[in-house]
């Protein structure tokens, strides 16, 4: 019964010597500091990946909006010439409507005066 005990003794040792890297425990010590820094810097250089690519959205975003100004800008100033050519058309057509206007009041006028004359011979005629 010794040897059976023994025999299975060294077969439970060589298995165990087999598998003896998936237990090992890793040591408290210097090792742990490192892996908090690496992980610190892990999670600092994803923030930063982030922060790069939001930066990178937003640099996009005002480009964008900038594009958008400089078109309003133009439509501005299309539209303030227009305004500009408009009132001068207008100012023209005020002043060429003045002109006739005074032209209109002096043919009215005109034409009352021969109207009158010719009230005042046929009244002289008939008396």
Do not use: C, Y
């Amino acid at each position: 019964m010794d040897s059976a005990l023994l025999e299975r003794l060294l077969q439970r040792d060589r298995i165990e010597s087999r598998f003896q890297e998936l237990f090992i425990e890793p040591k408290p010590g210097p090792n742990t500091q490192s892996d908090r820094e690496l992980t610190s810097n892990d999670t600092l250089t994803i923030t930063l990946a982030r922060l790069r690519k939001e930066l990178k959205g937003k640099e996009l975003q005002i480009a964008s909006l900038r594009e958008v100004i400089n078109v309003k800008n133009k439509d501005s100033e299309k539209l303030n010439d227009e305004i500009i050519s408009l009132n001068i058309e207008n100012n023209l057509l005020q002043k060429r409507f003045g002109e006739l206007e005074e032209e209109h009041n002096k043919l009215v006028k005109r034409w009352l005066d021969k109207v009158q004359q010719d009230v005042e011979k046929l009244n002289a005629n008939l008396q």
